[in-house]
């Protein structure tokens, strides 16, 4: 079984531009999350979709932070335009039915902001 | 407004020992425990979990404790091994929140 794929692995901006995202989760699950991590936090959930639907976005920055999983598989963050402060790991995770089971996580997207 | 916590950075144990590493929790609403480790530039990988109607869940040298009542769990590695050094996250369902994480170091 295929893990949930995510890219770029590593990328790196300025202030003031754009980055996207990329997250394909395993096949079968109807729940995607993005998690952010700050070096040396945990991760913090930034948005989780059930299908294609919105579930919880409450600590998405929305004034910068979008997120998008059109079709009910895959899914794109974008950071437009990015600050110093951005500067994490983002974490791309999926279960197979909502608030069940356990998280499976890629292996992340590490975004430095100069 | 910190819900899940895990109050030490890190912890060094000789191999072999038992390694224990603490989780707290605020919400008595959380459903299901569980903790994930995490290597060096990889994502979190699931390691065990715990319902909150269980107070004990084991698995290989693996062992979750539930406190309820104080709002505590704990995950106990035993014998601990070098493969072993990695960060520790506890999370807390139905929303997965997690805590800073615990970096463990086993030392041969």
């Known amino acids: 079984e295929a893990g949930v794929a995510q890219s770029p692995r590593y990328k790196i901006i300025e202030k003031r531009q754009s980055v996207a995202f990329w997250c394909n989760p395993i096949?079968?699950?109807?729940?995607l999350y993005w998690y952010q991590q700050i070096l040396g936090q945990g991760p913090k959930l930034l948005i989780q979709?059930?299908?294609?639907?919105?579930?919880?976005d409450s600590q998405l920055p929305k004034d910068r932070f979008s997120a998008e999983r059109l079709k009910g598989v895959d899914s794109t963050l974008k950071i437009q335009p990015a600050k110093l402060e951005d500067s994490a790991v983002y974490l791309c995770a999926s279960t197979q039915e909502r608030n069940t089971g356990e998280l499976f996580f890629g292996e992340g997207s590490r975004l430095t902001v100069l | 407004d910190q819900q899940v916590k895990q109050n030490s950075p890190s912890l060094s144990v000789q191999e072999g020992r038992i390694s224990i590493l603490n989780c707290d929790y605020t919400?008595?609403?959380?459903?299901?425990f569980l903790w994930y480790k995490k290597y060096p530039a990889e994502g979190p990988t699931f390691l065990i979990s715990?319902?909150?109607?269980?107070d004990k869940n084991e698995d290989g040298r693996f062992t979750v404790f539930l406190n309820k009542s104080a709002k505590h769990l704990s995950l106990h590695i035993v014998p601990s091994q070098p493969g072993d050094s990695a960060v520790y996250f506890c999370a807390a369902r139905p929303k997965y929140i997690f805590g800073t994480g615990t970096r463990l170091k086993v030392l041969a």
């Open positions: 919400n008595s609403m959380f459903d299901y």
């Open positions: 096949s079968g699950h109807a729940t």
């Open positions: 979709f059930q299908n294609n639907g919105v579930v919880d």
């Open positions: 715990i319902s909150s109607i269980k």
